[in-house]
């Protein structure tokens, strides 16, 4: 698959390879020269600060750093199906121990986790389910301001019943198992620093029994995704730098016709620009806008091209309170048969604020809108959330939250309102 793709774009990857070659073989020993111009650990947001009386407390055997985690929750949730006339609603308890270990190295690192949770409905049984995730990484740094890392995590998870298709008409929440591979690089030479990357995604849905009877064939959905992306930072000085990047990628489907109706395959790339900061005391952020453009094979099926957005922005007005503004918009897989993609756009904004050094406000609000092509459907969505979160001391917390989901109905979409609020003793 991966040959397949290289050789699609074999001219592509050739303009980049040489441009990486270039850049790979400048004076290395300027790193030594002058400073890394792309640290951004000037500003600190209220929710990583950390505080001695209340840090969360780290096993060390040997080399090795343990940190076990606890979270039990206790929540009230309204209309669970997001239906558009079903107000259904039940208690939910989850329990999410999880597991994170890593090196205490100088140099290089190895990193693993592994997490379960258990969500069980009191009244609506077969809204219980388990989710797991296993994950481990490994990081080599080459030089003083150069490192290659790679990743490997696999998840068995489910859907959400908010999510489209057919999330919320199959009797228990659609299960799907998620494999993602990635190596990637940093190079940095004087002003310039190079990051490539490779990335592999594989989805593979379960099928799930309808209430009206009959089964849902999930496998149309099962796809694999390649991604190759270069970009290219340029630091203007030590509190900013602007960037290109481009992103290629091929997303290839288990399944074609005669098998399925509609074959679904595509490939496409993302050419974005923008800067990179972080500005002592006033704000930090990325923020990327581009071009994107997804063709499908398929003559059925509509090619999908327009505007790129990828940022988040953190501004401090105090050292106090972190204010986050985020906006994306790509091309994503539609969970429908018919369709081959939409654009998902969302903007939103946070507010972190702490109160006391113990106690951290947060609010947040969301806009988004999936927009399909070859089906007509629109869904727009609002989220509200909020939450407080109360640590004891450094191993014992309390957070509660409440979130609230509006979703207008446009053509064939549905439209719902749903509301979770629940508080969670977390053992950090």
């Known amino acids: 698959m991966l040959k397949w793709v290289v050789m699609r774009y074999a001219r592509k990857i050739a303009v980049i390879g040489l441009f990486g070659l ?13 400073e890394n111009l792309f640290d951004r650990d000037r500003n600190t947001s209220v929710t990583e600060r950390e505080h001695s009386e209340y840090s969360p407390v780290s096993l060390q055997r040997g080399a090795f750093l343990f940190r076990p985690r606890f979270a039990l929750g206790v929540s009230r949730a309204i209309n669970v199906f997001a239906s558009p006339d079903d107000d259904a609603g039940d208690i939910v308890l989850e329990i999410r121990p999880s597991l994170d270990i890593e090196t205490s190295w100088a140099r290089h690192q190895l990193r693993a986790g592994a997490e379960v949770s258990r969500r069980q409905f009191f009244e609506l049984s077969d809204e219980s389910e388990w989710n797991w995730s296993l994950d481990g990484a490994a990081r080599i740094d080459v030089q003083r301001y150069s490192h290659v890392e790679g990743g490997l995590r696999y998840a068995s998870q489910h859907e959400a019943r908010t999510e489209a298709g057919e999330a919320s008409r199959t009797i228990r929440p659609i299960e799907y198992d998620q494999f993602d591979a990635v190596l990637e690089g940093r190079h940095t030479v004087g002003r310039i620093l190079i990051r490539p990357e490779i990335q592999l995604r594989t989805f593979d849905y379960h099928d799930e029994f309808l209430f009206r009877g009959g089964i849902v064939d999930q496998d149309f959905r099962d796809y694999e995704r390649v991604e190759l992306a270069l970009r290219g930072d340029y630091a203007l000085s030590p509190n900013a730098a602007v960037f290109v990047r481009v992103r290629l990628n091929d997303r290839n489907y288990e399944l074609a016709p005669p098998i399925v109706q509609t074959l679904r395959d595509s490939s496409g790339y993302t050419i974005d620009g923008g800067a990179d900061f972080d500005i002592r005391g ?82 947040g609000f969301s806009i988004a809108e999936d927009d399909y092509t070859d089906f007509a459907r629109t869904d727009q969505r609002t989220t509200f959330d909020a939450g407080i979160a109360y640590f004891l001391n450094r191993t014992l917390g309390v957070r509660v939250g409440w979130t609230h989901i509006e979703q207008d109905r446009g053509g064939a979409g549905r439209g719902y309102t749903s509301s979770t609020f629940g508080v969670t003793l977390v053992r950090r």
Do not use: M
């Not at 270039?22 to 002058?34: I, W």
């Open 22 to 34: 270039a850049f790979g073989f400048c004076d290395a020993s300027a790193q030594e020269r002058v």
């Open 282 to 363: 006033i704000a930090r952020g990325v923020f990327g806008v581009g071009y994107t453009k997804q063709d499908y094979q398929s003559p059925a099926l509509s090619n999908l091209s327009g505007v790129s957005i990828n940022g988040l922005v953190e501004w401090f007005p105090t050292q106090l309170t972190t204010v986050a503004l985020g906006a994306s918009r790509g091309v994503r897989e539609a969970p429908f048969a018919a369709s081959g993609g939409y654009f998902a756009t969302e903007t939103g904004i946070s507010v972190d604020h702490e109160l006391r050094r113990n106690i951290i406000l947060s609010a």
